[in-house]
């Protein structure tokens, strides 16, 4: 054993390299070629069945790499028509896969039959008729002829989709928001357009924990074994023990205006005169007197009158007034009237192109002839005088001040990015040695030290930490870094936004791998992960206080509720929520509104609505707003929250508009239905996914494991 340690520590940089080169090979390259070989006899588990069917782990896995080409392969062809694909959502995890699979089946048994007709038509139309076959060809190629995947493989994953999104297209068609009957549309624009006022006393469930007796041991257990499995969710009426993706990551923070007084002094009057020289026709021409820009007051000033000289037009059928004659420059005082244009189709404008010249070729036709030396010299237009360089440009003095605040911005960037470069550099070469130090194994010696992110940031005048281990969620809802963005420039897509939260908890993304990014305030960061926990369902033991507490609460609410009903109870005999909570001292009376069930807030038009949340209800949901919303003025009733943490004892003070009127306006908007139409998305996705649920359940689907894929992470 000795001779052969001799030999390793005599070649031991080589060897180390090696096993790190085999570590990868066998990380990347194997487990494909395990799982080929697995289908020959080896072990390759069921992953799901249905009835009549089923996948195994490497079908599954053939299942999804050809969704994957197939998204990729209409993501390229968009991108080949002119379009920009990077707003379109196509999933690629497994369970839409499988869903997918049993919906094409469906459609079969219903005698719904895609044709390959049928397929050029939908390329013809993604692609808006603008790709040619040789480059329907070449794009499988490249995207698929590494895996031997051929053009009538993409087609038959294009068939099997296009199966299922026709058969889902015939279920929303017979429920869709066109065949609502008049009940169901007066309810959606009641919940859009009718706001609510109420009082609200709060009856917190927590504070009927301590009145439960102790549970036992095996309902403990039996409450845990129920939601394992389940990610926890704040809006969530029900528990959950799985533990989410969780990171710690190192961050350098540069702020806004960090080195810029330093950069402001290092400017010298050679850089500013060399700048001014070779940007001055770029940045800082003169504005003639005409220009719009420096005429801007002047408009604003006298945009008043003109408005009130509009609001005063004669009446029809009375003659104009007398115009009036031009001042001696030659402007004319009257007004022009505007008028309205459309935009023409670019073979339309060519068209009118092609007319004007021909009507400019007759016009010379028809035109007496001339001495054309003479007609030239005498049509010619003069070449315009030159300026010279104090008209044409603004003097160096007056835009010093905005020469000093460029250069400086341009010495922050370059010093700001050499920084993060030398950074960056250094948590490579940590990373490389600490792989090699994790394949060296025992006897390798104390593990490398990474870059002190402290000592870092003090040295470069930077900000720095390092943070918990958190979800995404809990660093997006930090601020700063955790909403910051990065721009990724690619030839097909343009200038696009990547954000910081996907760059480190999304798929792909690796430990100790530096990104940089910024926010809007112009701070910059640089950030890796150092640690990374991956998604996990912890034991019992482990979770047992969490789960104490959830079966508590979950066990509370029944009490929550009857105290909630007596306190209406005593409304409805006369008493006032003020006196009520006045007698018992530990409530609060909340008058919240008016707010409207649904609202759209900032969304785009044809955006479907959210739900209202407002100020004094903590997360109502559809329960709480159907029990306001279905009271008359003076009603009260008892309604939970969105997570059933809170029952509300509500008394409705006045609704606005009322009913009456409400229904005047609502007789009046029945013309343009697509405003209230998006309400009605929800109703139609939940039809949907219980009419998924039933196929599910017909089909007797069984995952043997949890479902994979971004989509699920």
């Not at 001799?6 to 990347?28: C, D, H, P, S, T």
């Not at 001042?327 to 192109?353: I, L």
């Not at 007496?368 to 008209?391: F, I, V």
């Amino acid at each position: 054993m000795a001779g052969s340690f001799g030999v390793f520590r005599q070649y031991e940089k080589a060897a180390l390299a090696a096993l790190a080169i085999m570590a990868m090979l066998a990380f990347f390259v194997l487990p494909p070629f395990l799982q080929m070989g697995s289908g020959a006899g080896g072990a390759d588990p069921m992953a799901v069945s249905w009835n009549g069917g089923g996948l195994r782990e490497s079908g599954l896995q053939r299942a999804v790499i050809m969704r994957k080409v197939m998204n990729q392969f209409l993501v390229e062809t968009m991108a080949a028509s002119g379009q920009d694909p990077s707003r379109i959502r196509l999933a690629d995890d497994e369970k839409d896969v499988v869903d997918t699979i049993l919906l094409a089946k469906e459609a079969e048994k219903n005698g719904i039959v895609v044709s390959n007709a049928a397929i050029n038509q939908f390329l013809a139309e993604w692609t808006n008729d603008l790709v040619r076959p040789e480059t329907f060809d070449g794009i499988v190629n490249q995207i698929g002829g590494r895996m031997g995947i051929s053009q009538a493989d993409v087609f038959e994953a294009l068939r099997t989709v296009l199966m299922a999104r026709r058969m889902e297209s015939l279920l929303l068609g017979g429920v869709g928001f066109d065949g609502a009957p008049p009940g169901w549309r007066w309810d959606y624009y009641r919940r859009l357009e009718q706001g609510a006022t109420i009082e609200a006393v709060p009856v917190v469930v927590e504070q009927f924990v301590d009145k439960l007796p102790e549970p036992a041991e095996s309902a403990l257990r039996a409450f845990f074994e129920k939601y394992k499995n389940d990610r926890p969710a704040a809006r969530s009426p029900n528990p959950g023990f799985r533990q989410p993706h969780r990171a710690r990551y190192d961050y350098l923070v540069a702020k806004a205006g960090t080195f810029q007084d330093e950069e402001k002094k290092k400017v010298t009057d050679d850089q500013i005169k060399a700048f001014y020289e070779d940007r001055k026709a770029a940045l800082y021409k003169a504005k003639p007197a005409g220009d719009p820009a420096a005429t801007d007051a002047k408009a604003d000033a006298t945009s008043t009158e003109t408005k009130a000289e509009q609001n005063d037009q004669p009446a029809a059928g009375t003659p104009p007034a007398e115009a009036k004659p031009a001042d001696k420059e030659g402007a004319a005082t009257g007004r022009v009237r505007a008028t309205a244009v459309a935009f023409r189709q670019p073979a339309a404008a060519a068209e009118d192109a092609k007319t004007a010249t021909a009507k400019a070729d007759a016009a010379a036709a028809e035109a007496p002839s001339t001495d054309t030396s003479d007609a030239a010299a005498a049509g010619a237009e003069k070449p315009a005088e030159k300026k010279d360089d104090a008209t044409e440009f603004e003097p160096l003095e007056k835009v010093r001040d905005d020469i000093v605040e460029r250069l400086a911005n341009e010495g922050v960037e370059k010093r700001i990015a050499a920084i993060f470069d030398a950074v960056k550099t250094d948590v490579a070469k940590y990373a490389e040695s600490l792989a090699l130090w994790e394949v060296a194994g025992d006897g390798a010696g104390p593990a490398p030290v990474g870059p002190d992110i402290k000592k870092i940031a003090a040295t470069q005048g930077l900000e720095g930490g390092t943070s918990d281990l958190v979800n995404p969620n809990q660093a997006f809802a930090a601020g700063g870094i955790g909403g910051s963005f990065e721009f990724a420039v690619s030839r097909e897509f343009g200038v696009r936004q990547q954000q910081w939260i996907d760059m480190i908890f999304g798929p792909g993304a690796q430990p100790l791998q530096a990104v940089t990014s910024r926010d809007i305030a112009g701070n910059r960061y640089l950030s890796w992960k150092t640690e990374d926990q991956p998604e996990f369902t912890p034991s019992f033991q482990s979770a047992r206080d969490d789960v104490l507490r959830a079966w508590r609460i979950v066990e509370a609410r029944p009490l929550a509720r009857k105290a909630a009903e007596e306190i209406a109870a005593e409304v409805k005999a006369g008493t006032s929520l003020e006196q009520i909570a006045a007698a018992r001292g530990s409530l609060e009376v909340e008058k919240v509104g008016p707010f409207t069930w649904l609202t759209r807030g900032t969304a785009p038009f044809g955006s479907a609505p959210e739900l209202s949340q407002p100020d004094g209800l903590a997360m109502p949901g559809d329960e709480l707003m159907r029990a306001v919303f279905d009271l008359e003025p003076g009603q009260t009733a008892v309604a939970f929250n969105e997570p059933k943490t809170v029952c509300y004892v509500v008394r409705l003070v006045s609704l606005e508009p009322d009913d009456a009127r409400l229904k005047d306006l609502f007789l009046a908007s029945s013309e343009d239905p697509r405003r209230i139409a998006t309400v009605a998305d929800d109703d139609m996705r939940a039809v949907n996914d219980s009419w998924m649920k039933s196929i599910t359940e017909r089909y007797g689907v069984s995952w043997k494991r949890d479902p994979r894929g971004p989509e699920l992470e």
